[in-house]
């Protein structure tokens, strides 16, 4: 089968983005052609092989050749955009659409897909019912928060729910929620989860100095927790750093990766609690992540919302143990073998939590959490049920 992937959001700065590289190799690997469309605002874009990519330019930090007047926009803030879908003018929707009504056509022509994989119950979803392709649709939850947030977008919301053959929930959580919205077909939803890439992320021993040595941080640690992600309010960053104030000391640190608008309030925040050893090492590529997460004793997930929570399957592929708040699609795959579950906001079960296991009160076994992720959840593993959804949407 020939399939094109079409996103609203870059392959790298967000969970869809990852989810759609995954997929695309791993169909790539089953003997399927893929082609994606994607929005971009920079040249230097992937590392994606042999995989066709149909960027949509938009303006950001250098000028391209056919970008658009204006970045691409969000849902809520992305490492390399600020502009919200609610924030665009009228003149910018019209352009958005016409720039990826022209990316579909084209590939329509030239690739000439059988079935159109699109992220997001969402504009570009929209478009692509326009051509007489099946569509399958992925909902990764932020489109949910722009359902809530912005209700002049609602009728296209339905108009894809309505046109689609399928639409894929990535968790029990959000099967429900967007059953409870589109009630007329919610017998179209399916649930497959979100996987991982096995290639990049396994378990590893690594030299902790070594690591240390190759972030550029000067001193040896014995522990070390970690988080990965967006720097945006809703990842609950501010929540951890509360929360390191209790269990900081000089033989832990605390890595933080990722970038994002929260930021200068984080490093701000940093300075008033008076904590000297958190470290924020911005965006990483994925080889660094995985040494991270293997010289981590803990991967937090302070999430205030949270669709899937892909970070923390990583890390537990990686054989760390995961602490992660009771949100969205998180509680599917973290049971007590492989982590603890907390409320949300809640600092103090937090760092009890932390503590627990940085004192070993709390053990883990890291092989044993490396295979449950590679058992379960590896993207390879879970392509087939994606497949079969394809070839149901052709008959």
Avoid at 241 to 256: F, R, S
Wanted: net charge negative; with cysteine; glycine share 6%.
């Amino acid at each position: 089968m020939k399939i094109l992937l079409i996103n609203h959001f870059p392959l790298q700065g967000s969970g869809s983005g990852v989810y759609v590289a995954n997929i695309a190799k791993s169909l790539e690997k089953k003997g399927h052609k893929t082609c994606i469309i994607t929005p971009e605002n920079t040249s230097n874009f992937s590392d994606l092989k042999d995989i066709k990519l149909h960027p949509v330019f938009f303006k950001y930090e250098e000028k391209i050749n056919g970008q658009q007047n204006f970045n691409f926009p969000c849902f809520d803030p992305h490492p390399r955009s600020n502009l919200l879908f609610g924030n665009m003018t009228d003149l910018q929707l019209e352009q958005y659409k016409e720039a990826f009504r022209k990316a579909i056509e084209e590939e329509i022509l030239e690739f000439k897909p059988d079935v159109i994989h699109a992220q997001h119950i969402w504009i570009i979803s929209s478009i692509a019912l326009e051509y007489n392709i099946p569509v399958v649709v992925t909902s990764h939850g932020s489109d949910i928060m722009g359902y809530e947030e912005w209700p002049k977008f609602h009728e296209i919301m339905y108009r894809v729910a309505r046109g689609c053959k399928k639409i894929i929930a990535i968790s029990n959580h959000s099967r429900d929620v967007i059953a409870n919205i589109f009630k007329e077909d919610k017998d179209k939803i399916v649930t497959i989860s979100n996987g991982y890439d096995k290639n990049y992320f396994y378990k590893e021993n690594y030299n902790k100095k070594e690591i240390f040595t190759e972030l550029e941080i000067d001193k040896t640690y014995d522990k070390v927790v970690c988080f990965a992600g967006r720097l945006a309010k809703n990842k609950g960053v501010d929540l951890l750093l509360q929360a390191a104030k209790y269990y900081e000391n000089d033989d832990t640190l605390t890595l933080i990766v990722g970038y994002g608008e929260e930021y200068k309030n984080l490093n701000k925040m940093k300075e008033e609690l008076g904590l000297n050893n958190v470290v924020f090492l911005g965006n990483q590529n994925h080889d660094i992540l995985r040494k991270i997460y293997n010289i981590s004793d803990v991967c937090v997930v302070p999430s205030r919302k949270e669709a899937f929570g892909l970070v923390a399957l990583e890390a537990i592929a990686c054989g760390t143990p995961v602490i992660a708040t009771n949100q969205g699609g998180i509680p599917d795959f973290v049971n007590e073998k492989v982590g603890i579950l907390i409320g949300n906001e809640n600092i103090l079960e937090l760092k009890e939590a932390i503590l627990k296991i940085l004192n070993n009160e709390i053990k883990f076994d890291s092989n044993y959490l490396a295979d449950y992720a590679k058992d379960n959840y590896s993207q390879d593993l879970l392509i087939d049920k994606l497949i079969d959804i394809y070839k149901s949407s052709l008959i």
